[in-house]
């Protein structure tokens, strides 16, 4: 143990020069020599589960995304809350969150081939991407590897750092940049909302009360407001869903852009990305699928590379729902 992981270590400061700005350190294929066979693993288990449950891409993809907004992408958002600490999973944010059961098998058969070697980031970060592969039964993006796990989680962080779905523009960019992310990531990265649901709750203030006055948002498509007036029937209405995409919410598509542009946007987030020109502009053009699988991959590399943890920094976690002892 102690042999291999000294190897470990010493392969992670040799190669781990090579890199620079934010998530250098990552590269393609991290475990190819430590974990051979761990991306077909993660890749096996997860198209597995999706075969049977559609709705699993949508769940991991979230949970990425969560994960690498707090703190980075460090697996943080996995752990569980314990006697003295309330954790990520506990945020308000977390609404639906869901996926962990999933995440802790991968990681249990790739304790049992590579014991300590592969990060709940990583599998974390390859999971969401193999989720939403599997409908094209080829890998969507590339993922790089070599993240280490985190040591905290803390619910109040979530709190602080998961855009909501009420903001406007400005805040949603200010989010985004607060994580290097720029406004081409915040509106590429928003085509996520191609696939899954969302809660009533979330934004059915813009059906009934939207200024305090009764009112819908004048910027919500009143045939679509109609709609989702038949689904969420009042404002305290906490536990429907409705899919975020109609009609298309289990196919990763470009479709989400072309009911923005109908002024279908389920969030006022959503909506957001037509407030401004630049971003507006690039809604125009995500509206073609071949742009918009190519720009996702580039945004998902950036988003994937958030304040993560490299090098001796971190641990490997041996159950993704605890930090080791
Ligand atoms: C731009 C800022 C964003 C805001 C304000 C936002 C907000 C939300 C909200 C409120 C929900 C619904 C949760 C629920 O009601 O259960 C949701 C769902 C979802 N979000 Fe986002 N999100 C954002 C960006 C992202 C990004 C960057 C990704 C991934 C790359 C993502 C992926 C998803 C997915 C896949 C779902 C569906 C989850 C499910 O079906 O359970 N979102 N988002
Ligand atoms: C973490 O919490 C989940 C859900 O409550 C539970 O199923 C799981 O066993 C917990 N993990 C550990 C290591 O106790
Ligand atoms: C409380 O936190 C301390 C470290 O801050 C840890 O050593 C201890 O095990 C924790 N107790 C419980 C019950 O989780
Ligand atoms: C989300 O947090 C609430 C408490 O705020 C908790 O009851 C619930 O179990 C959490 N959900 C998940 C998936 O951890
Ligand atoms: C599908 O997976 C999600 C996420 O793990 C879970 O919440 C849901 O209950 C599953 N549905 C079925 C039918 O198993
Ligand atoms: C956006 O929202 C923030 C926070 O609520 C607010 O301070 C700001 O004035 C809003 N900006 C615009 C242009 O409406
Ligand atoms: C965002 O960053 C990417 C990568 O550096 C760049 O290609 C893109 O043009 C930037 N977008 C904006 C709006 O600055
Ligand atoms: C609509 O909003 C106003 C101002 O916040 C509030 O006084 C009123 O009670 C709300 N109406 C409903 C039906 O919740
Ligand atoms: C509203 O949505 C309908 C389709 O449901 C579409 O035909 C119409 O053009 C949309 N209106 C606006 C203003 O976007």
Redesign the pocket.
């Known amino acids: 143990m102690r042999t291999i992981h000294l190897l470990f270590l010493v392969s992670v400061v040799v190669f781990g020069t090579l890199g620079g700005c934010n998530g250098g350190q990552l590269r393609k294929n991290f475990y190819k020599k430590s974990c051979p066979h761990a991306e077909d693993i993660v890749k096996n288990i997860i198209w597995k589960h999706v075969a049977s449950n559609s709705s699993l891409p949508a769940k991991l993809l979230r949970m990425h995304f969560h994960d690498c907004f707090v703190r980075g992408c460090d697996a943080s958002v996995l752990v569980n809350s314990t006697a003295n600490n309330t954790a990520e999973k506990d945020a308000i944010p977390n609404l639906s969150l869901a996926g962990f059961d999933v995440i802790d098998e991968v990681k249990a058969q790739l304790e049992t081939t590579c014991p300590g070697v592969v990060s709940c980031a990583d599998i974390l970060a390859l999971s969401a991407r193999d989720s939403v592969s599997f409908q094209f039964k080829k890998s969507m993006w590339k993922v790089r590897t070599g993240r280490r796990d985190g040591i905290v989680s803390l619910a109040s962080e979530a709190l602080a750092n998961i855009p909501s779905p009420?903001?406007?523009?400005?805040?949603l960019t200010q989010d985004f940049a607060n994580k290097g992310l720029n406004v081409t990531d915040l509106v590429v990265l928003s085509g996520a909302h191609t696939i899954g649901r969302g809660h009533c709750n979330l934004f059915s203030n813009r059906l009934y009360n939207f200024t305090g006055n009764g009112d819908a948002d004048p910027s919500l498509n009143s045939t679509y407001a109609a709609f989702l007036k038949t689904e969420c029937q009042s404002l305290s209405d906490t536990t429907t869903t409705v899919e975020m995409d109609p009609q298309s919410s289990l196919s990763f598509d470009s479709h989400y852009y072309t009911n923005l542009k109908l002024n279908q946007g389920l969030f006022q987030s959503d909506a957001a990305l037509l407030?401004n020109d630049d971003a507006s502009n690039i809604v125009d053009e995500l509206r073609d699928s071949a742009d918009f699988f190519t720009e996702f991959a580039e945004s998902m590399k950036r988003m994937g590379a958030i304040g993560v943890l490299t090098g001796d920094s971190g641990e490997i976690r041996a159950k993704c729902s605890v930090v080791n002892s």
Do not use: A, P
């Open positions: 009420f903001s406007n523009f400005t805040t407030t």
